[in-house]
Structures are given as C-alpha cells and as structure tokens.
C-alpha cells in the first residue's frame, strides 16, 4: 500500500511517482531512496564547488518515532512501507432511540480519568416522506471499557413531553458539535471541558462546559467565519506546542473541492496562522471530515484520519495521513476501512471515520488501539458505530519479506542507555549501531547483536556490547537488518 509522496522531478519521470514505489525501485539499485541527480561536468581548470555542509543529525532524545514517514530513513534496500488496516470489531453503539435515528453521525470520543465519553449528532431521515423526522440534538454516550456504551436519562431537554433522555443540545449548533476535555492548566473550572460547533457557511461557534454535560457559549459570535464548516470540525489543546487547534471544512476555490483548514489560538476565541492543509504532489480529492489529532504516544506527530467523498457514488471512505507540523500531510491512497468491512458502509456517507483514538482498560487490550467508524447511514431504524482495533503504533511499517531487507537511518543523536523495537519479525532481525560515518561500533555491530524473533510492542535491543550511555549525544547511525519483518516504531530509553 502506498503514499501519496513528493519525489524530486529529476528522480522520476513523473513527480507523483508513489513512495512505495521508489522504496521498491530504491531497494533494486541499491540507493538511498532519494535519488541522486547526474553530477555536473566541469573544465579541468574550473574551481570544484564547494560542498553544503551535511545536515545535523536528527535530535530524537528519548521520544519514540515512528516510521510513518521517511523521517528517519536514508536508505532502505529489500523492504517498503506498508500501510496496515485496523481490525473490525463488534458494533459499540446503535442510534435506535426516538430522537436518535438513521442520520445520527459526527462521534467525537475521548478518554477522561475512569471513563469514556462520545458526543453525537442524533438525527433521522423519513425515507417515504423524503425529510428530517425530527429536528436535530446533540446527544451524549459514556463507557467504562469501550466496548459497552451506555446513554444516560440526563434530564436536561425534553423530547415529545420527557427529559428521560440523553440530550445535551438543541437548537444552533446541534449539527457537528465536537467536545474535548482541555488539558489547558490555564482553563478555568466553568471551561474544563471546551467544544466548537457550527453553522454552515456562517462560522465556528465556541462552547464551555464544567462537567461535559451542560453547555454553553464562550461568546454568542462565531469565532472563526472563513470556511464552510458543513462536517465534523474539531479543536482541541495541544499540550506539547502549547496552543489550541482547530480543523475545519472549505471549499478549495479551484473546482470547490471540500478541503481542511486549520488554525492556532492561545485563548480558544482568538486565532491566527490560519492555513489551508497541503499534501504534497497528491492528487486534489474531496475530504468530507479531518479526524487530526496529535498521536498520544509521540506528540510531535499528527495522525489524521479523513474521510474521503466520492461525488458520483456519494460513497465514503476513510484514509490515512500523517504530518508533523500539522499543515503538511503525507497522504495514503488506500482506504483505511474499505466500503466492505464488514456490513453495511457501502450506501450514502455510510463508512465515517469517528474523531478520537483510544487505549481501552484490561490485559486483552494491552497491545492495541480502538477507533470508531459507522455504518448503516441512511439504512434501517438507526446508524451503528463499529469498534476497529489497530496494533498499538501499528498504522504503517517498514516491512521486509522473507528474502530480507536492511533499512539505515540517518545521523542521530538520542539521550538513554538502551533501544526497544515495536517489531512484529517472523523471521530473525538485528540492529547495528554505527558512528556517523557509518562504521559499526566495537560492541555494537550486527553480528554483536542478539537476534530476535518473535511480536513485541516494547522489544530492547541486546549487543554484548551492553549500555548505550557512551554514545548517548553523539551522532550515530541504525541499521535493520529485517527478515520477514514488520518495523513500526523505535524508542531510546535510560
């Protein structure tokens, strides 16, 4: 499976050449897997141009990475990236309450201490008489697993004479409405909890709330207006950069494609560095939601999840993207969740993506993540949200077959004593730790490594070499030697 990936015109003779690809072409010729240009001629007498100084090696400290990208890699021969599918699950939720419906849709899930919480649009469409059965809510779910979703008689709004109901929301802003606990030190108690909703083409309103249940506006205006915001958009608190962030729907004006934007605010009502998402050589498509988030095991990575629309079908299907400034994206062409698995998702906008990434409780679900996705959109008496389960940090690997394939990294620099691997390798793999240059180091070599077979989420890496703290700060390089492996992440530790 490829990305959709920016490779240099005098590599390829078309620019949108696939990454997976060049990888494949790179692992033939035995070359790094950015191409060389011919070098230049020169007159014997002519000065020789000075060399760029090389770059500076890559800082990583102790943060994992993973190899969602080329951000590591300087060469690979005998291996590619691979894109991986999450696994289909049970169904979590079916929107079968009276004010609920068939076009209940736009789940925002989050993790919050002991428990939970998922925000949704409930809504019904009466397919004989062709209208919106009831206006639209803003209703309210919450789980202690993830796997059981309760919706709990709340007691706010009324719905045909009762509040027995798990309304939140009525009126403006009822449509996408995308909650998020704000991990802010700064946030006052009435705004531990923030949302932003929209009205189409209007703007983006913002909301606050004590305890995630009872809501309110931050201010009666929008607080952001240029877009359209007809989807899912969403903010959030990036603790790491130490801004708020949002993501919202456009249209591009070349051709009125529906695009993403996004923006940074320091207070959640004022924002600025607005900027249109950027993917590269990658073909223009219509992205109906975003699904971006910070990925939580390695923040300085955004992963996003958007859902693409195909116009002539009206058909949906989420993809995968990757960025680490938030603005620029490596896009996948492949569907994440194809319009097969497993039931119901090939109709109308019927196979979304939710907004949110989980790691459920209990030792059965130590090594994965949940994500979300719906089915049955405008079928049968409710819309139903799926659980799909990828490996932890397992989105995409640098795979190797059984022939086997080496993969060297860049110059880097870590802080630590040791290396761990999430690795799934069928057959053996070793690691070599090398000086810049790219000289194995005495104790550290390939043959001083012990090989490992065998799935590990956290695998450390042994050379009779022992401890890396001598090397800690210096520039060194890895180099992979994978057999029938699948290499997702690394992580120097002390």
Known sequence: ???????????????????????????????????????????????????????????????????????????????????????????????????????????????????????????????????????????????????????????????NGSKENNIILTGTGTHCFAAFKDGNPAAPPEARYKAVSAVFRKG???????????????????????????????????????????????????????????????????????ADLEYGDAPEEHLYTNAIRPYFRAPHLFLGFPTRFQPKHQQVEPILMTSRDGRRFQRWSEPLIPITAPKDRDGNRSNYMTSGLLALPGAPHANELSVYATEAYYAGPGSRVRRFTFRTDGFVSVNAGATGGTLATKPLTFTGASLSLNIASRGQTRVELQDAGGKPLPGFALADCAAFTGDAIDHPVKWSGGSLAAHAGKPVRLRFELQDADLFALKFNA
């Open 1 to 159: 499976m490829k990305p959709e990936f920016s490779v240099p015109a005098a590599a390829l003779q078309t620019a949108s050449h696939p990454r997976r690809h060049w990888l494949k072409a790179a692992s033939v010729l035995g070359t790094t897997a950015a191409f060389s240009s011919p070098l230049p001629c020169f007159a014997a007498d002519a000065p020789a141009a000075a060399s760029p100084p090389p770059p500076a090696p890559l800082a990583l400290g102790s943060r994992r990475e993973l190899f969602v990208d080329d951000f590591l890699i300087e060469r690979i021969i005998g291996a590619e990236s691979k894109m991986h599918r999450p696994v289909a699950q049970d169904v979590a939720l079916v929107c079968d309450a009276p004010w609920e419906g068939n076009t209940s849709a736009y789940f925002t899930l989050f993790a919050d201490d002991d428990r939970f919480r998922m925000y949704y649009r409930g809504a019904h469409w009466d397919v004989a008489a062709k209208k919106e059965a009831h206006p639209e809510f803003t209703c309210y779910a919450e789980s202690r697993d993830g796997l059981k979703w309760e919706k709990p008689k709340l007691g706010l709004f009324e719905f």
């Open 204 to 274: 983006l309103y913002a909301y606050q709330s004590p305890d995630g249940v009872r809501w309110s506006w931050m201010k009666p205006e929008p607080v952001i207006t240029d877009g359209a915001f007809d989807s899912q958009n969403l903010a959030y608190w990036d603790a790491l950069r130490g801004e708020y962030r949002a993501y919202w729907r456009y249209f591009s004006k070349r051709g009125g494609v529906r695009a993403i934007r996004t923006a940074t605010s320091k207070d959640f009502i004022r924002w600025e560095n607005q």
